[in-house]
């Protein structure tokens, strides 16, 4: 839903879970989601794939990755933990319901 709001497009929002067989992204894009689930899964990131990441970007923009992607997995734990609910303004947003309106149908199959 919030991919939505600041505009990926519904296909990559889709496609997320499946983004290394994705064709909805770029490469630039995939090297990012690369870093950003080493990241987030083993701390640490191998000296190959920081060489690569830093072949593109700036320190500042691999920085930026890095405040974005922790402060995303902070924002989750502390919803998983609390179970809150989405506000009305966030739910009455057309990119939410469409979203919704996917997972309702999803979890029909």
């Given at each position: 839903?919030?991919?939505r709001?600041?505009?990926?497009?519904?296909?990559?929002?889709?496609q997320l879970?499946k983004?290394r067989d994705?064709?909805?992204?770029?490469?630039?894009e995939?090297?990012?989601?690369?870093?950003t689930?080493?990241?987030?899964?083993d701390i640490?990131?191998?000296d190959?794939?920081?060489?690569?990441v830093?072949?593109i970007?700036?320190?500042k923009?691999?920085?930026?990755?890095c405040?974005?992607?922790?402060?995303?997995g902070?924002?989750?734990?502390?919803?998983?933990?609390?179970q809150?609910?989405?506000?009305e303004?966030t739910l009455?947003?057309?990119?939410?319901?469409?979203?919704?309106?996917?997972l309702?149908?999803?979890?029909?199959?």
């Amino acid at each position: 839903m919030l991919g939505r709001s600041v505009g990926l497009s519904k296909e990559k929002v889709e496609q997320l879970r499946k983004w290394r067989d994705s064709s909805v992204y770029s490469d630039k894009e995939r090297l990012i989601l690369e870093y950003t689930e080493a990241l987030v899964k083993d701390i640490r990131i191998s000296d190959d794939l920081y060489k690569r990441v830093a072949e593109i970007f700036t320190p500042k923009q691999i920085i930026d990755i890095c405040f974005t992607s922790g402060i995303s997995g902070i924002i989750n734990r502390i919803h998983g933990t609390f179970q809150t609910e989405v506000d009305e303004l966030t739910l009455n947003h057309k990119f939410v319901k469409e979203s919704q309106d996917a997972l309702k149908k999803n979890s029909n199959l």
